[in-house]
């Protein structure tokens, strides 16, 4: 009898706890490896995988999928970080400032509990970087799901100062209302992308993603003291880093928030139960 | 700029495709290592995960869970390879004749086929080892899930005899129906479990399983010329395996028709449709 202990792969068997990745599309997603690797390196039994649901479909899906006793927790992706709110029985308060979640995780006593880690991530990032948020004058271009969600996490570390501007002012209004009701020591406005006096410049637009060779702010120089941070994560180096390290200033990457974002988004999931 | 490159696994991405083993328990399945494995041999970027689903939620799972759209197909395994016929819309000529499936696979047209493989699995199993049912004199003791499975899928190789004992005599003389039906040729008859003028014994009964020393048969001696196949696979060698061994018998386990199994299982999934 021939024994089949070769036959098989050492990264999933029965026991395996799963995590998923809920968006449409989802080829893109790089929540798969990197996830998988950071709760690999824990030391636990899990694997995230890929979970392609339609838009349309997403309701009739996810209450389902939530009831499959081995799934401790989801990712969302666009388009769904604001509908899977309503899949949480309790938001965390990053959650509940930006109106969007992108991880569900099942707590000890089975109920399903939401936060955002977009803007966690990047100031993880920042700090793993030894860029400190708190007390820093800011700049902040760009409100969309992660620029919004960078806003409420910056918010929470209390920076000196924060300059706001979205094409949306409405918007804009909105998420100062925001910033100022959770740092009332912060000094917000709403202004243009520009960077006098400014410590910490944070792009969280798309200008300058993938072949696009445009900046999203209006500078001819930098002082060299600025810190420039860019939440793009194709190209690695976008036009605003390669200015920013031409004007010897300090320039960080959308890895870094990604990896940091991972680093947060599994210490949430890694807390669920095991059933 | 750090690169995240070496921060990620390389077993699942965005891109890959999904498949899911659905039974209550689940930690005990082998199915994820295996058909994994085979998956991945085969130059696919699929994975194979555990699905725990409680009994009472299967009905309110599965309809939603077959919606994801990179879920290719489910195996199947206790307590639900008869309820899952009913998520096929359309069987394969095993599992009609078993009335249940281990496999459910999404074809071209988006529509799900189902079939049973245990059987064929045991079938692959004895060929890969050179024994062939064909024309063998056989005597098959228990008719439970996988005795039934066997049972129809050695009536398709047309057996020159096939003898069948189970304790439950009403389905045993509908599985010897059943297998008359689908093989004209073959001497059917329902009698004890022993070995007298048979090529070919198969246990398919738990008797021998883990640490029960019992023997599943009435037999003080065995000719040297009989095959037997125990479909038992914990403990490898069983107390009949190691009866027949002792007997100058071939003695074949039953990883021999898991390895079978898995092979025409993954033919069958990897069929469907690439999304």
């Known amino acids: 009898m021939a024994a089949a202990s070769t036959d098989q792969v050492d990264f999933v068997n029965g026991g395996t706890r799963l995590f998923g990745i809920v968006g449409d599309p989802i080829a ?7 996830v998988t690797w950071e709760l690999r390196r824990r030391g636990l039994d899990a694997v995230l995988v890929p979970i392609h649901v339609f838009e349309a479909e997403f309701d009739a899906v996810l209450p389902a999928l939530m009831r499959v006793a081995n799934l ?11 509908r899977a709110c309503a899949l949480a029985a309790s938001l965390g308060a990053q959650a509940r400032a930006v109106g969007a979640i992108n991880a569900l995780a099942r ?21 793993r970087a030894g860029v400190a948020v708190r007390g820093a004058r800011v700049m902040l271009v760009g409100l969309g799901g992660a620029g919004t969600a960078i806003a409420a996490a ?31 020591v912060t000094e917000v406005e709403v202004g243009p992308p520009v960077v006098d006096g400014v410590d910490l410049l944070v792009n969280a637009t798309p200008v300058g993603m993938l072949d696009d060779p445009r900046l999203p702010i209006e500078a001819a120089s930098l002082p060299s003291s600025l810190v420039v941070f860019d939440a793009i994560v194709k190209p690695e180096v976008t036009p605003l880093l390669a200015f ?24 949430f999931l890694a807390a669920t139960r095991r059933g």
């Not at 989801?74 to 604001?82: E, G, Q, S």
């Open 72 to 82: 401790d927790g989801l990712v969302f992706t666009i388009p769904f970080k604001r």
């Open 28 to 34: 893109q997603v790089r929540s798969p490896e990197m």
């Open 244 to 267: 920013a390290a031409s004007q010897g200033c300090r320039a960080i990457g959308g890895r870094e928030m990604m990896r940091g974002q991972i680093a947060r988004i599994v210490d």
């Open 154 to 184: 910056f918010a929470a570390e209390r920076p000196a100062s924060m300059r706001l501007f979205d094409l949306d002012a409405a918007h804009c209004g909105r998420v100062a209302a925001m910033v100022q009701a959770a740092s009332p």
């Open 107 to 127: 707590g000890a006593d089975g109920r399903w509990h939401g936060e955002i880690f977009d803007g966690l991530g990047c100031v993880e990032g920042l700090q």
